[in-house]
């Protein structure tokens, strides 16, 4: 069942760094401004130690989804990796709701969105250098954006380049996939950072 998290149409994410930390937390806001959730790192003691020694690209890691009252609303994560990475996305229930399979081209970036039987249901492609990112649907149709800069009056809230706009069409109907579309986009620059040196 999808929870109002995901009935937005958009998400602002600051992805501050926390330099004194493991794991980063980034806070998720609405288009009013107000903060709505957050996108929080879990990591093991053992994966702290881990970290020190491996690279991250190979490392497990796990982000959760969590609301205003840190309920969880869906949870990435992936497991040991040695080439292409394959990211799992799970309902507030734990329940499997896609697979993210993260495909490297040079300076594109792009994930397809698979669910459950392996159809494809989006595909989230990037411009590295100016970090844009479109979100389409199965069907190659533009159903969405990440992007840096943006209008309106969260223009005047979030002015510095360290936060990101994800927008989904009111127009996209497919309620059944917005978790896993949603949980996607709004990961997806500590999945870039988990998945490279």
Known sequence: MITNFFNGHDYFIDQKVNFFKFANTYKVFNEQGAQIGAVQQKLTTGQKILRLF??????PFKLEIVDQNEQVQATISRGWTFFMSKILVHDANGADVAIIKQKFKFFKPTFKIEDTTG???????????????????????????????????MKEIFTTADKYNVHIEPTYT????????????????????????
């Open 119 to 153: 159809l494809l249901i989006a595909e989230i492609t990037g411009d590295w250098k100016a970090w844009n990112f479109s979100i389409k649907d199965g069907q190659g149709l533009s159903i969405g954006s990440i992007s840096k800069r943006w209008a309106g009056a």
């Open 54 to 59: 491996v690279g991250k690209p190979a490392l």
């Open 174 to 197: 497919q309620t059944k996939h917005r978790i896993a579309i949603i949980s996607a986009a709004i990961t997806i620059d500590m999945v870039l950072k988990e998945s490279s040196k």
